[in-house]
T-cell receptor
Framework: KNEVEQSPQNLTAQEGEFITINCSYSVGISALHWLQQHPGGGIVSLFMLSSGKKKHGRLIATINIQEKHSSLHITASHPRDSAVYICAVRTGNQFYFGTGTSLTVIP | NAGVMQNPRHLVRRRGQEARLRCSPMKGHSHVYWYRQLPEEGLKFMVYLQKENIIDESGMPKERFSAEFPKEGPSILRIQQVVRGDSAAYFC??????????????FGAGTRLSVL
C-alpha cells in the first residue's frame, strides 16, 4: 500500500468546469505539497500546506489533518490546466509522492 | 534570480560508465533534494542535503549512487557503473533555510538519463 493515494488517476473535463483532485495519506506529516507536472516534464510547486486552506488564482488547496486528506480544486478550468497533478507529503526528512492525477481539459 | 538549474538536460551513457548530474539551487537556498522518476512511475525521494551535509539519504540505492552539496558549487548526484535500470528523469529541488516544512520547493527542469 502506498503512503499517498490520489484519486482519480485520470480526469477529463470540459473547459469551465470545477475540478477536484483528492489525496489521502497514511503517515504522520509535517507538510503536504501539491505539484504540477507539464507534458514536457517540468515540475512546478503549487502549494505547501500544513493546515487549513490556501488559494492562488483559480487554484484552492485544503487539508484536513485529522482525516489525513487534502483536496486540490481548480475553478473555471482551462485547457492550459492540462497536466499531471501530484500530491506529496513530508514526514521527517522524507517525501512520499502520489502517482499523480492526469487532467485533460477539453475546449 | 534564476531558478533551479540542472544540467545536463539530457545525458546518454553506456552501461558501466559514470553519470554526473548537477544542480544549482536558487540563490539563497541552502536545502537541496534529489528525486528520481522512473518511466511510467511516480517521483521517489532519493536524498536531502544541506550545504556540506547529507541530512537524509534513505531513498538512495545503497551502491553506486552518491550525492554531495559542497560549500561552493552545485550539488552533484553521481551514479557509478550505470545500468539500464538507472534510465530515468532525475529532478532536483531547492528551498530556503527552514526547508520544505516551512517553504515550497522549487524544481529544476530535470536531467533525463538514458543508459544504452
Amino acid at each position: 500500500k502506498n503512503e499517498v493515494e490520489q484519486s482519480p488517476q485520470n480526469l477529463t473535463a470540459q473547459e469551465g468546469e470545477f475540478i477536484t483532485i483528492n489525496c489521502s495519506y497514511s503517515v504522520g506529516i509535517s507538510a503536504l505539497h501539491w505539484l504540477q507536472q507539464h507534458p514536457g516534464g517540468g515540475i512546478v510547486s503549487l502549494f505547501m500546506l500544513s493546515s487549513g486552506k490556501k488559494k492562488h488564482g483559480r487554484l484552492i488547496a485544503t487539508i484536513n489533518i485529522q482525516e489525513k486528506h487534502s483536496s486540490l480544486h481548480i475553478t473555471a478550468s482551462h485547457p492550459r490546466d492540462s497536466a499531471v497533478y501530484i500530491c506529496a507529503v513530508r514526514t521527517g526528512n522524507q517525501f512520499y509522492f502520489g502517482t499523480g492525477t492526469s487532467l485533460t481539459v477539453i475546449p | 534570480n534564476a531558478g533551479v538549474m540542472q544540467n545536463p538536460r539530457h545525458l546518454v551513457r553506456r552501461r558501466g560508465q559514470e553519470a554526473r548530474l548537477r544542480c544549482s539551487p536558487m540563490k539563497g537556498h541552502s536545502h537541496v533534494y534529489w528525486y528520481r522518476q522512473l518511466p511510467e512511475e511516480g517521483l521517489k525521494f532519493m536524498v536531502y542535503l544541506q550545504k556540506e551535509n547529507i541530512i537524509d539519504e534513505s531513498g538512495m540505492p545503497k551502491e553506486r549512487f552518491s550525492a554531495e552539496f559542497p560549500k561552493e558549487g552545485p550539488s552533484i548526484l553521481r551514479i557509478q557503473q550505470v545500468v539500464r535500470g538507472d534510465s530515468a528523469a532525475y529532478f532536483c529541488a531547492s528551498s530556503p533555510p527552514g526547508g520544505a516544512t516551512k517553504n515550497i520547493q522549487y524544481f529544476g527542469a530535470g536531467t533525463r538519463l538514458s543508459v544504452l
